[in-house]
């Protein structure tokens, strides 16, 4: 199985303010023979898949509608996956008209069943206080059940939440912790947030050779802010030049000194 990520809806450097609008798409594209013929004694997973199957379009044609009958079918039988999937659908239009609060009921379910997507989400709707009173404190705890579970984006969002004190005591050691987690699974907005703790020295030493090198992390994977704070780190003389590469939306592959050589 992976997963499809829809376009988020907003981002930041320090809170997101994205659901995690994904739906998983079919494991390995199944060829048609694998797609499921349900009957009567056909199970909440096998509902689920098919209903993946049309709204993937994968060996049958794509049909949303079908999709969320199917996903329904499957969610009305407490399955979870289904729950996330149909409070997705509602929450971004997808077939059905936009409805926030159902939407939130059915991540409110599947959250309470354990499924890390749905409690993510809830945070960031108790964040944003979408069609509830915004709460940190409810939003820090659905977030944190789904980073304890390894979903890297509330991992990040957890430590900024002690990066920044928000809902919690600022705490920059616990911040970095779960930069850290979520930094090893690969999300560059948690290499960037690391880099910044080592360029400011907020809790930890003062260091701008790692804060490069986290910076560089962020910037190796296309984050534009990681590779101007490169930029800035030697142009204050922080760090030596000496081959380091630049990226940028205008010019890639480009070391510090030949953009110097170029505007002399």
């Known amino acids: ?24 798409a079919s494991a390995c594209s199944a060829e048609s023979s694998n797609i499921p013929v349900l009957s009567d004694q056909s199970t909440p997973n096998e509902m689920y898949e098919l209903g993946l199957a049309y709204y993937e379009g994968d060996s049958v044609p794509q049909d949303y509608k079908e999709a969320f009958s199917l996903f329904k ?26 409805d926030y609060k159902k939407a939130f009921k ?13 409690q993510f989400n809830l945070g960031v709707m108790y964040h944003e206080g979408i069609t509830v009173e915004k709460d ?7 977030l944190q059940r789904s980073a304890n579970q390894g ?24 911040a970095m912790q779960w930069y850290t ?14 880099g910044d703790l080592y360029e400011h ?4 030493p003062q260091d701008y050779d790692k804060a490069f090198e986290w910076y560089k992390k962020a910037a190796d994977q296309g984050n534009q802010e990681a590779s101007n704070r490169i930029g ?8 030596d030049d000496k081959d380091i590469v630049i990226y940028s939306t205008q010019e890639t592959g480009l070391t510090l000194g030949d953009i110097e050589k170029m505007s002399q």
Request: neutral net charge.
């Open 201 to 204: 020295g907020y809790g930890v």
């Open 232 to 239: 800035r780190l030697v142009m204050n003389g922080k760090i």
């Open 1 to 24: 199985m992976y997963q499809r990520r829809i376009t988020p809806l907003i981002q930041s450097l320090l809170i997101a303010t994205m659901l995690s609008s994904s739906l998983i």
């Open 73 to 98: 079918r499957a969610a009305d039988q407490d399955y979870a996956p289904a729950k996330y999937d149909l409070g997705t659908m509602y929450y971004e239009g997808i077939a059905v008209e936009k």
């Open 151 to 174: 979903d890297a984006d509330a991992q990040h969002h957890i430590g900024v939440m002690y990066h920044e004190g928000i809902g919690v005591e600022q705490d920059y050691k616990k």
């Open 181 to 194: 987690k979520a930094a090893d699974q690969g999300l560059d907005v948690a290499q960037f947030n690391i």
């Open 106 to 118: 059915w991540f409110q379910q599947a959250a309470n069943q354990g499924y890390s997507k749905a």
């Open 136 to 142: 940190d404190l409810k939003t820090f705890k659905w």
